[in-house]
Every structure is written in structure tokens, then in C-alpha cells.
């Protein structure tokens, strides 16, 4: 829920640290990869590590078909497959799902997942990479190089594609690539530290250290610097706007609220609008009590009709929380008695935020107009919403409702 102005610092923290918040585990970088135990082939395969010893590098990817992420970084590995493909390196991607989730889930990516899909055997290609190397979040990838050796692991969407060019170029260097990630590591106990101002000087030792070895490495992450003070300023922002953030949430009276925010304020980075955020946690907040209220066999009517009127008269120009609560407002199927206007009011705020620029605020506008019995505008704006959008899989999605508005459009 937190909105964050100042990117550069987060995407440093989160690629390094909250990528890897993990225990290590006994795998080492630079020993010999395990097989691969697979039940089924769903896409591609077999694929075996033993017999592309000695010319072939692979990369086998965790993930799972309800991991968002993990679907957001399908297309890239795709990219990366095709690019690598002729220099011999074989992607793998492996899910502990069962085959019958898997197959549908693949088939329907088509060649958006142009790579070797397989189902893991009672876990235990998990077990043999993702446990015994500590990992346990997805989506992650292990590199095997030509010897048969792990030799570089993370996030896919990190340094996955340098450490390949380095590999198939014949410049990668083992050696340094386990110091990179005995200093990952290190920043993971900086982390911890950072947040503890009783132990400040521990924290400054071991941030000296990092730095040091950032240098060294030319980058704990390649094109990023490591700065200490500014980590640990992040750390100790995280802190205070999760603190913020729970005594928000638990109707905590406002001058407790004031002495939250000023500690998140002095903490905070360059450019964070707190105004913003805090009106937008505002709003959020609001629309959870809404929602349980609206879901409750015993709501109390008066009540929900209070937090109804209230998120009826939002002025923000966050057009997407203003989107996300009309579709919830359309779709949720938990809801008791449906709220049309209120939905409207939400949907036509963010098509005004957004100056109808936006293909899924536009859907969902649409989506209340045909809820509303409008089918000839809702035909209107659904068409907007297709020629705008660029996805080819949410346009898939906006196509289909287009159709559905047809067919109701031509039975009057």
C-alpha cells in the first residue's frame, strides 16, 4: 500500500535484499547441479543436464501459474531463450503444481513461454536447488554452466542476462560471482542491523565493509552503487511507515498518528509526497471496512451506507486505486447487494484522472455501463479500451467482454 516517489534507492533495496530475504542454505556456488527429477514434460524436454556437459548452458526457473511475478517474468525468459538459444543455453522452467494446473496455464501463454515447461517429482528438483540453497520465493533461476556446475542464482529479472552473455562469451568469472553473493548476503544482515539503533556501530563496520566490496566487485549489482547511509535510511523508513501503516489500519487516535508520521518524515527520501500516500492509505483503509461490512450477512446498513457516501466523495487523482475499488465494487463476488453507483461514481473518477488514457480504467467504465443496462455505451467505451491497450493478453481479455456486450446488444 505504500506509494514511493523516489525509485532508485527501492529498486537497489528490492533487488538485493528483498530478493534474497531467505536463510541460506547448505548449496554452495560452484557445486555440481543436481538432476532433475520431473513427473511430466508439459512444454519441450526432456532436458538433460548430464548429457549437455561439456557444451550446453542451462537456466532452470521456479515458478508457479498463481505467482504473479513469476508471470510477469515469462515473456522476458522467453526474450532471453531466443536470444541464447543458438550460443546453446536451454531454458527450464519448473513448477510443483500438478500437471492438470500446469497444462492449461501453458497452453494458453502459447509462444509468450517459448522454452522447455516441466512439473516437479514430489518436489524434489525443489528440494535439490530452491532448499538447498536457501530460496524460498519464486520466481528464481539457477545457471548451470558447461561443466555442470551452478554457478550463478536469483531473481530472473536481475543479472540473469549479463551472467549469460559473460558465460557464453567464455569471461565469466566463478570466483567473483561467489564474492557477489557472499556480499548479497551481507547486505541481508546489514538489513537486519540497520533497523537497530542499538547497534549503530555494528551496522557502520559491516556498512564499510559492503561498500568496499561494492567497489571491489564494480557492483554488488551490476550499474548500482551500495551506499550504506542510504540504505539504512531506507531501512529505517520501511520501519516507520509499516508502523504508520498498522496504526492506521488499527483506528489509532490522531496524535499518535502525528507522531508516526513525523518519524516517517524524517526518514523518508527525496521526493516522497507523505500527503499523497497518507491520503491514499486513507482511502484504502476506508474501502477495507467497506468491503467486510458489504460482505457481512449482518452488515449494518446505516453504517455501510456512512463508508459508501464517504468513498463517494474521494477527490484524489490516483486514478488506478480510484479503478481497482470500481472493479472490485463490479466483480466481487463476496459482496451481499452490489452498490452500482457508488461503483460509477469510482469508475467515472478514474476515467477523469486518467483523461480516458487508459485502457483497463476504460474496460472497467465500460464493464459498469453494461452492468447498468447502458449496452450501447458500454459497447462504446469497450471499444475505446481495445484500441488502446497494448497487452496482448489483457487485450484477449478486453476483446472478449467487446463480444459479450455485442451479443447482449443484439438479443434488444
Request: aromatic fraction near 8%.
Amino acid at each position: 500500500m505504500l506509494i514511493v516517489k523516489s525509485k532508485s534507492l527501492l529498486s537497489w533495496v528490492a533487488g538485493v535484499v528483498l530478493a534474497n530475504m531467505a536463510a541460506w542454505g547448505a548449496g554452495q556456488l560452484g557445486d555440481p547441479a543436481p538432476a532433475l527429477s520431473i513427473v511430466e514434460w508439459v512444454k519441450g524436454g526432456p532436458v538433460d543436464l548430464a548429457s549437455g556437459k561439456g557444451k550446453t548452458v542451462f537456466v532452470v526457473e521456479f515458478w508457479a501459474t498463481w505467482c504473479p511475478p513469476c508471470r510477469a517474468s515469462i515473456p522476458h525468459l522467453t526474450e532471453l531463450q531466443k536470444k541464447f538459444k543458438e550460443k546453446n543455453v536451454v531454458f527450464v522452467g519448473v513448477s510443483d503444481e500438478k500437471p492438470a494446473v500446469v497444462k492449461p496455464f501453458v497452453e494458453k501463454m502459447g509462444a509468450k513461454m517459448e522454452y522447455a515447461v516441466a512439473v516437479d517429482k514430489d518436489r524434489a528438483t525443489s528440494k535439490a536447488y530452491m532448499e538447498a540453497y536457501g530460496i524460498d520465493g519464486i520466481p528464481h533461476a539457477f545457471v548451470v554452466d558447461k561443466e555442470g556446475r551452478v554457478v550463478w542464482e536469483g531473481h530472473p529479472m536481475g543479472d540473469l542476462e549479463a551472467t549469460l552473455t559473460s558465460l557464453v562469451a567464455g569471461t565469466f568469472d566463478l570466483a567473483k560471482s561467489k564474492k557477489r553473493a557472499e556480499a548479497q548476503k551481507l547486505i541481508e544482515e546489514f538489513w537486519e542491523l540497520a533497523g537497530d539503533e542499538a547497534k549503530t556501530a555494528e551496522a557502520d563496520a559491516l556498512g564499510r565493509r559492503i561498500e568496499a566490496l561494492d567497489q571491489e566487485l564494480g557492483g554488488i549489482m551490476p550499474g548500482r552503487t551500495f551506499k550504506a547511509a542510504e540504505v539504512r535510511q531506507q531501512v529505517r523508513f520501511s520501519g516507520a511507515m509499516q508502523e504508520y501503516q498498522r496504526a492506521m489500519v488499527q483506528g489509532k487516535d490522531d496524535a499518535t498518528l502525528a507522531e508516526l508520521e513525523k518519524k516517517a518524515i524524517e526518514f523518508a527520501p527525496a521526493g516522497f509526497d507523505f500527503a499523497e500516500m497518507k491520503q491514499s492509505l486513507q482511502i484504502q483503509v476506508t474501502f477495507q471496512r467497506y468491503m467486510r461490512l458489504a460482505q457481512a450477512t449482518d452488515a449494518d446498513a446505516a453504517q455501510l451506507a456512512a463508508l459508501a457516501e464517504k468513498l463517494a466523495a474521494i477527490k484524489t487523482k490516483n486514478g488506478m486505486l480510484l479503478n481497482e475499488m470500481a472493479w472490485t465494487l463490479l466483480t466481487d463476488e463476496g459482496i451481499r447487494k452490489r452498490d452500482l453507483p457508488l461503483a460509477g461514481k469510482l469508475a467515472q473518477a478514474a476515467k477523469d484522472a486518467s483523461e480516458g488514457k487508459d485502457a483497463s480504467i476504460l474496460d472497467t467504465y465500460a464493464k459498469w455501463l453494461f452492468e447498468s443496462g447502458k449496452v450501447a455505451e458500454a459497447l462504446e467505451w469497450q471499444q475505446k479500451a481495445v484500441a488502446l491497450c497494448e497487452d496482448a493478453d489483457m487485450k484477449n481479455d478486453l476483446e472478449a467482454r467487446l463480444r459479450e456486450y455485442r451479443e447482449k446488444a443484439d438479443k434488444k
